[in-house]
């Protein structure tokens, strides 16, 4: 009846009467007042204090500055709402440790205690998926490299648009060879790209080469790859769109190994905005994934999630912004001919 009087959930409720910090002043506010019209005392002596929430957030790669913003989000998000964030490594695959069998991962988490886990950047089986269901757990992903199932709620970014706004970017500055230097061909915020980056080049006429479009992967060392076999061709782009931040600083590396300067010879443009993007040399024109609020929002999804609430989509998709610095310029008279 309280829950009711007060517009709020059952769980709600209940967090405002065991003295949770995880509610908004407001909400707190109906929920005293409904307490108070029913004429509720509370108990007097000693309270038990309720165990702190816990989650975990695993990535398949914590040294990149990409997991490190997303890492940043979560736990920030994490103190001021009162919740405790485990960090670790995705286990290894099937048939070499936690995934064997498939229920092993989610039982050990819930056996100690964790309501729910984000997962960032991985793939994820359905099998996996289907695990934590079983265990009560509830699962976010960030940017997943798939999805099994669409039920499954995700956070990301607007990756078509951003690739649509790379490749805007570049055109505008006179460019027409534009190649896509992006990461694993699986990977669905890198597909998103990709044909962001197609219509544009569709939108102002141009056809897009299919020998200036190459997968590989999010490192250094891919861009680095990709940037030396674009650079090679015969008739070699005048910009490159690389699917993050530090495939593009690779593939300015490409670039500086062949004499070539960047922006006078070659455009170079990436995708985050990390915090490699402003100390490059040149400073990197990116596009801006808000990669701390996707971490914020995760985690206050996944805790609703774990309270019973419905969502209103289980795709969250936050804006992204074009970055310009140093790295991208007018095409020169010696590119145009």
């Not at 997991?67 to 103190?79: D, F, H, K, P, W």
């Not at 020998?211 to 008739?235: I, K, Q, S, W």
């Not at 170079?268 to 993007?277: K, S």
Request: charged share 20%.
């Amino acid at each position: 009846m309280v829950a009711d009087a007060a517009g709020v959930s059952l769980p709600t409720a209940s967090k405002v009467l065991n003295g949770r910090g995880d509610v908004s002043d407001a909400t707190r506010a109906r929920v005293e007042e409904a307490l108070r019209e029913f004429g509720y005392i509370p108990q007097t002596g000693r309270r038990t204090v309720a165990p702190s929430r816990v989650v975990d957030l695993v990535f398949d790669d914590l040294r990149s500055t990409y997991s490190l913003e997303i890492l940043r989000g979560v736990t920030e998000a994490g103190a001021e709402i009162g919740v405790d964030v485990v960090v670790g490594r995705v286990p290894e695959p099937a048939g070499t440790g936690p995934f064997t069998p498939e229920d092993s991962w989610a039982q050990r988490l819930k056996s100690s205690g964790r309501e729910g886990l984000i997962v960032v950047t991985s793939e994820l089986s359905l099998a996996q998926v289907e695990g934590f269901g079983r265990a009560g757990l509830s699962l976010v992903v960030i940017d997943p490299l798939n999805l099994p199932r669409v039920e499954v709620t995700s956070v990301g970014a607007t990756n078509w648009s951003g690739g649509l706004t790379a490749a805007e970017h570049l055109l505008s500055l006179g460019h027409r060879r534009i190649a896509y230097a992006g990461g694993p061909p699986g990977a669905s915020c890198s597909q998103a790209r990709l044909h962001g980056y197609r219509a544009a080049l569709e939108n102002a006429g141009c056809v897009a080469d299919p020998d200036l479009v190459l997968h590989g992967g999010f490192e250094y060392g891919d861009g680095l790859e990709m940037g030396t076999r674009l650079l090679a061709a015969d008739n070699p782009p005048t910009a490159i769109f690389a699917g993050n931040d530090a495939a593009a600083l690779g593939v300015m590396e490409a670039a500086r190994r062949r004499g070539l300067r960047v922006p006078e010879d070659l455009s170079v443009i990436g995708f985050d905005d990390t915090v490699l993007a402003e100390r490059a040399t040149p400073a990197l024109t990116t596009v801006r994934q808000p990669l701390q609020d996707m971490g914020r929002v995760a985690l206050r999804t996944l805790l609703r999630l774990a309270d019973g609430e419905s969502l209103d989509s289980h795709h969250v998709e936050l804006a992204t912004n074009l970055v310009v610095r140093g790295s991208t310029a007018p095409i020169s008279e010696q590119g145009a001919r």
